[in-house]
């Protein structure tokens, strides 16, 4: 699957769980799959962050799942509203 098809499945994923149309365990149940089934480059940190992110919401204590504010803060940099940077340690 090429990187804008993962994209905007991810942001469309994010989007249902704000709004209310996804379930955390269903949602997470997705991420996981998909950070399963792909490998991921350096050039994909926002999209696998994002996942993990999503991935994060398997555990049905919400205080224990990501918060909405930083779901709402990765959708932002998926669209290109606002940026998104992250340092990478090479060892």
Do not use: C
């Not at 997470?28 to 998909?34: L, R, T």
């Amino acid at each position: 699957m090429k990187r804008e098809q993962i994209r905007q499945q991810i942001i469309n994923r994010i989007e249902d769980y704000l709004d209310g149309k996804a379930g955390q365990q269903d949602t997470a149940a997705w991420a996981i799959s998909k950070l399963r089934s792909r490998v991921f480059t350096s050039d994909d940190v926002l999209l696998e962050d994002a996942l993990t992110a999503l991935a994060g919401l398997h555990d049905e204590a919400e205080r224990f799942a990501t918060p909405k504010e930083d779901l709402a803060t990765l959708l932002s940099a998926l669209k290109g509203l606002a940026p998104y940077s992250v340092t990478i340690v090479s060892t």
